[in-house]
């Protein structure tokens, strides 16, 4: 394995990947930096630009842009209290007060080692885990992957906030999104009404990008005011600091950055619920285990290293779904797995074992991306601020464009652009009537394994009951009807206190 | 009836509209389950939750009518919904251009006119301004991925360009 190690990060050291990692990795900071922008919205601009690529420069650069967006919120939620991406919310709680109090390079580099040394073990669990899982994954058969989707859906609809029905029919309806066009068996074309493009069903990325870009960029167009758009030009204060004393108060505080690491990494692995989520739990669990909760919210360092360091291990927890199971931890890797399947790689259980080569070329990148970031920050943490001040009215119709770009250079078609436009109203539609987005991609995504593990499943054995009797299936689907009674408990708990978003949760 | 409620009824028209599609698929003799299988699981489901959606909400409504009239809404902040149309409007207009006049020109109108309904130029600079950034963007993109990605961008049917 070590040696796989060393020929991936001898691979991705040359400048063939390193350039695109490098561009990567900056792009993904000054798009966490960016609020309004999340990291799935970069990684959908980004997406486009990686289609003329071999397929592990396409990856090397998604990964850089994961790793730099998820470190990159902190640099403005420090700066100047507004979370880059909504992961970043937490930062801003200790990270502002910090930078009020005159410390502002303090604040901004306990974020960003955190992040790099958070992201870095969770390397370490990446590089450990993902074999070993993918070894179990292996012994699957389709009754363990049909009860595995079957749960990874019922547990997200379960997670997320808001009507648990409402996350099932989400989840539902992503499933539905996947039935239309060829069965799997006879290639009978379903429900394309006549139409000769859909007999191969709805293609996966332009219905993602469309869901995503549009419930994100609409919801911040209706907060568009005239007013606000004079954005006066932010003064970046000096950030000189003395990175032993940051780095001292990471090391000094060994289980408080381990335990959010860990916090990071396992909601990471938990398929489709990510950063946001990571942060919150972690910052949340380092004040219940502080000496001095009454001090978080005044910028204590223990809030910046909990939440960043729980960000960037996040990213290494998805990785790790992905990369053993095919399942994707949340919508960056959601993307990340569609452009995979246009390079052709059919990720899942064999992946590593089939292109180990990308593989390992996938863990160098994310390994060699932290340091990148580290040095992109030294060089030029100020400077993202500028970028802070460029006016929503010029962005948005530039990303739509590379949307429009991203969905029409798959195929080289233009109806591939209509299912752009199509699901970008669903979308829209969809977080209007408060319904959560997550489940409905992990549905979408899974839809196709689903109908064919099950397909198999019944044509290898008639008998319905292996799917209950078969030990790691039955556990699996216990499980997730565990997950969903879970879920119905923590409503009643806490009811009338549900609140449900209008905005969408990614 | 709210927005649960009209959502569960638009999701209930679709299940059962697909549901009646999946009648005329053919059956195989030899396959013992046919291409209705697993979508008719799909959408029996969907049928179902849809109508535990309606349900709750209309259950709700009764509920919180007794109790008090409360509207979910806090009128906190006021959203520009008529932005959005917009916005959608001109984003379809663009997706219909495309072919026809080719992306360099389909593209500067596109990103000119959304940025325009943004942030309406005022005076000389304002349209100088609108105009450059329209024409850096396009120039960009279109060097960018035709000449560096390989990426072929579509070409117009009225114009050939």
Known sequence: MFELLLAGIENVVHLKYLVPLFLGTLVGLIGGALPGVTITMTIIIVLPFTFGMDPLQGLATMTGVYVGGSAGGAITAALIGIPGSPSAITTTFDGFPMTQKGQPGRAIWLGIWSSCFGGLLAGIFLIGATAPLAAIALEFGPWEYFSLFVFALSMVAGLTEGSLVKGLLSGTIGLAITIVGFDPIMSVPRFTLGSEFLRSGFPFLPVLIGIFAFAQLMTDIEKMNKSEQTNAPIKAPPLTVSHHKVLWEIISRPFLFVWSTLVGILIGVLPAIGGSAATVMAYDQAKKFSKHPERFGKGNPEGIIASEASCNANVGGSLVTIMAFGIPGDAVTAVMLGAMTIHGIQSGPLFVSQHPTIAYGIYAAYLLAHPIMVLICALGARLFLRVVTVPKSMLIPNVLVLCVIGAFALNNIMEDVAVLLLFGVVGYALVKARFPLAPLILGLILGDQIEVNLLRAIMSDPDPWLFFTRPISGFLLALSVGSVIFALWQHRRQKGRVKESEDPDF | ?161
């Not at chain 2, 049928?47 to 349900?55: E, M, Q, T």
């Not at chain 2, 130029?121 to 990605?149: D, Q």
Request: proline residues 6%; contains cysteine; positive net charge.
């Open chain 2, 1 to 161: 009836m709210t927005r649960d409620g009209i959502a569960g009824l638009i999701c209930l028209a679709v299940a059962i509209g697909m549901l009646v599609l999946t009648r005329g698929l053919p059956q195989s003799s030899f396959v013992p389950i046919g291409p209705d299988f697993y979508p008719r699981i799909v959408l029996i489901i969907m049928v179902v939750l849809s109508v535990i959606l309606i349900a709750s909400d209309v259950l709700r409504k009764r509920k919180s009518a007794a109790d008090t009239p409360t509207g979910a809404q806090s009128p906190a902040e006021k959203r520009n919904y008529r932005l959005v149309g917009i916005t959608f409007s001109v984003f379809a207009v663009y997706v219909v251009l495309l072919p026809l006049l080719g992306y360099r020109l389909a593209t500067l109108i596109f990103i000119a006119a959304l940025q325009g309904v943004f942030q309406p130029p005022h005076g000389a600079r304002g349209w100088i301004l609108l105009l450059v950034s329209a024409l850096a963007t396009t120039v960009l993109t279109y060097v960018v991925f035709e000449h560096y990605l390989s990426v072929l961008l579509p070409r117009g049917n009225w114009t050939g360009w």
